[in-house]
C-alpha cells in the first residue's frame, strides 16, 4: 500500500485518475475479447486447410494404389510403383506440390521426387509427418520445403511408400496471419490507451469544475455554483444536485450567521448598558470619601472591569467572525516584516524585562516587505506573545524570528513555557478551548490562537506547532513577499 | 464646552448626555442626522458627537456635508464598526476621532477634550512644556529643569502625546493608537510597563510626580501645582 502509493505519485496526473483507470480495464477487456476471437479464427481456418491437405495426400495414395495390381491381388510389385514416380520426378511448383518416396527395408531411396528418407521430424499428428526436406523443383533448384506426409507400408515387400505435399505456402499463411494476429492487439491496445486517455480527459474535465468549485467553497466561499452545460447527463445531474446543496448551505450558513450576529448585538447592547450604568454610578461614588461609600465604589469599578472582560472576549468572537466571514474587508498593505516585528518586541520589550524573560529577535537582513493586514497580523503575534509571556518562567527566553526558510518567508514565536502536546495542537486553535489547568490558573478566554488561526486563514498563511525543547513555537508559514528573495 | 450628541439610540445618547453634563459641560441633542445637520449648520458648538448609523442621513454622511459647507467643528464618529478599514473611511470623511461602541464614558471625554483642544490649536508648536518639564521637537530632546533626561525613541513618543493633552486623561487605548499604530487591546497591560519606566526617568528622581494614573482608565500628565 505504502509503496504503491510512492509509486503512484511519480506517475503523471493523468494515469491516476479514476476514470483513466477504468477505461484502461475497459479497453483491455476490449483486446483480450479481440484476441480470443481472432485465436478462434486461426485455429478453425488452419485446420481446415490441414484437413483439405490431408484430404489430397489420400487421394494421391489411393491413385498410385490403384495403378498396380494391389487391391485384386494382395501383392504389389514395386517396380509398378517406381514406374509411377518416375514420371513425376519432378515438383510442378503451383499446379501441383506434391512429393513421393519409395524406399527398401534398408531405407535406401528407389524412386520418387524426394532425395532421403526425413530424418527429424518436427511434427507428428496421428499417421501424418511434418518435417524440412530438400525438394526438386521442376526448374532443376533444390530448395528446403515444409512437408506433410503419411508413410505406408507395402505389405508384402518390406517397401515404404512417403506420400505428402509442400505445406510452404500455408505455414507461410499462418506466419502471415500470426503478424497480423499480433500488429491487430498492439493497434488495438494503442488506440485503447488514446481513447481511455481522451475518456479521462473529458471526464476530468468535468470533474475539474466541481473540484474548483469544492476549493471555492473550502476556502468560505459559498456563492459559486457550477455551470450546467445540459447535456443532461450524469455530470449534470452531480453537478445540479451540489448547486442546490450549496443553495442550501448557503441559506442555512446566512441564517446562522445573521441569528449569531443578532446574538451578538443583542447581548453586547444590554452589556454595555450594563457598563454604562456601572460607570455613571462609580463617577457618582467618585468623590465621596467616606468608608461605606469607598467600598461600594470599588466594587463598583471590580464589576466594570467584568464588564470590560464580557465585552472584550464578545469583541474578540466578533472580530473573529468578522476576520472569517468577510476577508474582504481586511485591509492589505505592504509591510516591512522586520519594522512590523520590532514594533511588536519594543511594545513587549519592557513587561519582558520586568519579568527577567530575555525577548529576542532575529530579522532576515533583507528586509522582506509582506502583504498583510498590518493591524491583524500585529494583533495575532501580540496574542502570541501574550502567550509566551503568560507561558515562559522567569529567567525564560522568548524569541521572535521573521526569516526566509525553504524559500518561503515565515514570522515564529517561540516560548520557554511546557509547551503543548502534540495531540492538543488542532484543539487549541478552536474557540474557548484551553488546556488543563490553564482554564483556572492564568487568566486569558481561549480565544487568542483562535484568532491567530484566522488571521492566518485571512492571510492565507499556514499556522504550525512545534513542541522545541523547552517551549513552544508557532509558526506563521508562506507570506505573500513584494520581491521574494531566494533564502 | 456646548457639545452636540447626534445619536438615536435614547439610552446611548442619554448616557453620554449626562456625562457632558456633570462634567461641566452644555450638552445638546439630536435624534436624527437630518435634525444634527441642520443644528450643526445653524448654531454654534464647540464639538460634535455623531452616531455612525443614523436613521435618515448616516453619520459618515453628515460629516462630509458639514464640511463641504466648512463648518470646522471638531467631531467624533461613535460606531459598533470598528475595523482598521472602517476607522479609515470613518476619518477620511472629515471627522477627527473615531470611537468604537461600546465605550467607557471617560475614553469618549478624553478624545473630546483632546480633538476640541487639537483643533483650536492651530499653529505648530515645537516646544511642549508641563510644570518644570520641557520637550524639543525638533531636537527631540527631553530636559527637566534644565538637565536633560536620557530617553528613548518609544519613551519620547509617549510623553509626547501625553504632553500635548496636558491636563487631560489619556486612555491606554488613545496610547496604543496614537503611539504604536494600533487598533487592539493587548491582552497584556504593556502599556503600564512603558509608563511605569517613563516615570522612573522624570518622576521618581524629582520630587513632584507629573504622571498620574487615573484608575480604570488611563494617565494624566499635569504640573504640581494642578494637581489635586
Known amino acids: 500500500m505504502f509503496r504503491g502509493r510512492q509509486v503512484a505519485r511519480f506517475l503523471p496526473n493523468i494515469f491516476r485518475r479514476y476514470t483513466f483507470v477504468l477505461s484502461v480495464i475497459y479497453a483491455s477487456l476490449f483486446c483480450a475479447s479481440i484476441i480470443v476471437v481472432l485465436t478462434i479464427l486461426y485455429f478453425s481456418s488452419f485446420q481446415f486447410l490441414r484437413e483439405q491437405t490431408d484430404q489430397r495426400i489420400d487421394e494421391d495414395v489411393f491413385r498410385i494404389v490403384a495403378g498396380t495390381d494391389w487391391p485384386s491381388t494382395g501383392t504389389v510389385n514395386t517396380r509398378e510403383i517406381k514406374d509411377y514416380l518416375d514420371n513425376r520426378r519432378r515438383i510442378h511448383s503451383r499446379s501441383d506440390p506434391s512429393v513421393y518416396l519409395l524406399v527398401d527395408q534398408n531405407n535406401r531411396?528407389?524412386?520418387?521426387?524426394?532425395?532421403?528418407?526425413?530424418?527429424?521430424?518436427?511434427?507428428?499428428?496421428g499417421q501424418r509427418l511434418e518435417f524440412i526436406s530438400q525438394v526438386y523443383h521442376e526448374d532443376d533448384t533444390i530448395v528446403n520445403h515444409p512437408i506433410r506426409a503419411v508413410v505406408v507400408v507395402v505389405a508384402n515387400t518390406g517397401f515404404k511408400l512417403l506420400v505428402g505435399r509442400d505445406i510452404l505456402e500455408i505455414e507461410a499463411l499462418k506466419r502471415g496471419y500470426l503478424r497480423l494476429l499480433w500488429w491487430s492487439v498492439v493497434a488495438t491496445f494503442l488506440l485503447a490507451i488514446l481513447g481511455a486517455y481522451w475518456v479521462s480527459k473529458i471526464a476530468s474535465n468535468r470533474l475539474k469544475k466541481?473540484?474548483?468549485?469544492?476549493?471555492?467553497?473550502?476556502?468560505?466561499?459559498?456563492?459559486?455554483?457550477?455551470?450546467?452545460?445540459?447535456?443532461?447527463?450524469?455530470?449534470?445531474?452531480?453537478?445540479?444536485?451540489?448547486?442546490?446543496?450549496?443553495?442550501?448551505?448557503?441559506?442555512?450558513?446566512?441564517?446562522?450567521?445573521?441569528?449569531?450576529?443578532?446574538?451578538?448585538?443583542?447581548?453586547?447592547?444590554?452589556?454595555?448598558?450594563?457598563?454604562?450604568?456601572?460607570?455613571?454610578?462609580?463617577r457618582s461614588l467618585a468623590d465621596r470619601s467616606d468608608f461605606e461609600l469607598a467600598q461600594a465604589r470599588e466594587a463598583t469599578e471590580k464589576s466594570i472591569y467584568e464588564a470590560d472582560s464580557l465585552l472584550r472576549t464578545f469583541e474578540a468572537v466578533l472580530r473573529i467572525a468578522r476576520l472569517e466571514n468577510s476577508p474582504d474587508s481586511a485591509s492589505i498593505d505592504e509591510v516591512s516584516a522586520t519594522e512590523l516585528i520590532e514594533e511588536l518586541t519594543e511594545l513587549y520589550g519592557p513587561i519582558a524585562e520586568e519579568r527577567s524573560i530575555t525577548l529576542n529577535t532575529l530579522v532576515d537582513p533583507h528586509s522582506t516587505r509582506i502583504l498583510v493586514d498590518r493591524d491583524a497580523l500585529s494583533q495575532a503575534l501580540a496574542n502570541l506573545l501574550d502567550n509566551a509571556l503568560k507561558y515562559t518562567p522567569e529567567g525564560g527566553t522568548i524569541s521572535v524570528q521573521g526569516q526566509y526558510l525553504e524559500h518561503q518567508f515565515e514570522i515564529a514565536v517561540s516560548d520557554g513555557g511546557p509547551g503543548i502536546p502534540t495531540e492538543y495542537h488542532q484543539e487549541v486553535m478552536k474557540r474557548f478551548v484551553r488546556l488543563g489547568d490553564a482554564s483556572r490558573t492564568t487568566p486569558g478566554n481561549g480565544l487568542g490562537l483562535s484568532l491567530v488561526a484566522a488571521v492566518a486563514r485571512m492571510h492565507k498563511l499556514e499556522v504550525v506547532l512545534e513542541n522545541t525543547t523547552p517551549g513552544l513555537t508557532v509558526r506563521l508559514k508562506k507570506f505573500k513577499t513584494v520581491d521574494p528573495k531566494v533564502g | 464646552m456646548r457639545i452636540l450628541v447626534v445619536e438615536d439610540d435614547e439610552h446611548t445618547r442619554r448616557f453620554i448626555v449626562k456625562g457632558l453634563k456633570e462634567s461641566g459641560h452644555l450638552a445638546e441633542e439630536a435624534e436624527t442626522g437630518i435634525d444634527g445637520l441642520h443644528r450643526a449648520r445653524t448654531e454654534e458648538f464647540d464639538a460634535l458627537i455623531v452616531d455612525r448609523m443614523l436613521p435618515q442621513l448616516g453619520g459618515l454622511e453628515l460629516v462630509r456635508q458639514l464640511r463641504e459647507d466648512n463648518v470646522v467643528t471638531p467631531i467624533l464618529i461613535l460606531s459598533a464598526l470598528g475595523e482598521v478599514n472602517q476607522r479609515v473611511e470613518g476619518l477620511k470623511s472629515g471627522s477627527d476621532d473615531y470611537l468604537q461602541k461600546p465605550f467607557s464614558f471617560a475614553e469618549l471625554l478624553a478624545r473630546i477634550e483632546s480633538i476640541v483642544r487639537r483643533v483650536n490649536k492651530k499653529e505648530i508648536e515645537t516646544r511642549l512644556m508641563v510644570g518644570e518639564l520641557h520637550m524639543d521637537l525638533i531636537k527631540r530632546e527631553v530636559r527637566m529643569r534644565g538637565k536633560k533626561i536620557d530617553i528613548r525613541p518609544i519613551e519620547f513618543r509617549i510623553l509626547e502625546v501625553l504632553m500635548r493633552s496636558s491636563g487631560q486623561l489619556v486612555t491606554r487605548t488613545m496610547l496604543l493608537e496614537r503611539v504604536w499604530n494600533y487598533s487592539f487591546d493587548p491582552q497584556t497591560n504593556v502599556v503600564d510597563t512603558h509608563i511605569s519606566r517613563l516615570r522612573s526617568k522624570i518622576d521618581v528622581p524629582f520630587e513632584y510626580p507629573l504622571i498620574h494614573t487615573i484608575r480604570g482608565s488611563g494617565y494624566r500628565m499635569s504640573p504640581p501645582n494642578e494637581d489635586e
Do not use: K, Y
Not at chain 1, 528407389?110 to 518436427?122: C, I, M, Q, T, Y
Not at chain 1, 446566512?254 to 455613571?280: F, G, K, Q, Y
Open chain 1, 109 to 125: 531411396f528407389v524412386a520418387g521426387n524426394l532425395h532421403r528418407w526425413p530424418s527429424e521430424l518436427l511434427h507428428v499428428d
Open chain 1, 210 to 282: 466541481v473540484n474548483a468549485l469544492s476549493r471555492t467553497v473550502m476556502e468560505g466561499d459559498l456563492t459559486q455554483r457550477i455551470e450546467i452545460n445540459a447535456s443532461g447527463d450524469q455530470f449534470d445531474d452531480l453537478s445540479d444536485n451540489i448547486n442546490q446543496m450549496l443553495e442550501r448551505i448557503q441559506t442555512l450558513v446566512e441564517a446562522i450567521r445573521s441569528v449569531s450576529n443578532n446574538i451578538a448585538h443583542d447581548l453586547r447592547t444590554p452589556l454595555t448598558r450594563l457598563r454604562n450604568n456601572l460607570d455613571e454610578l462609580a
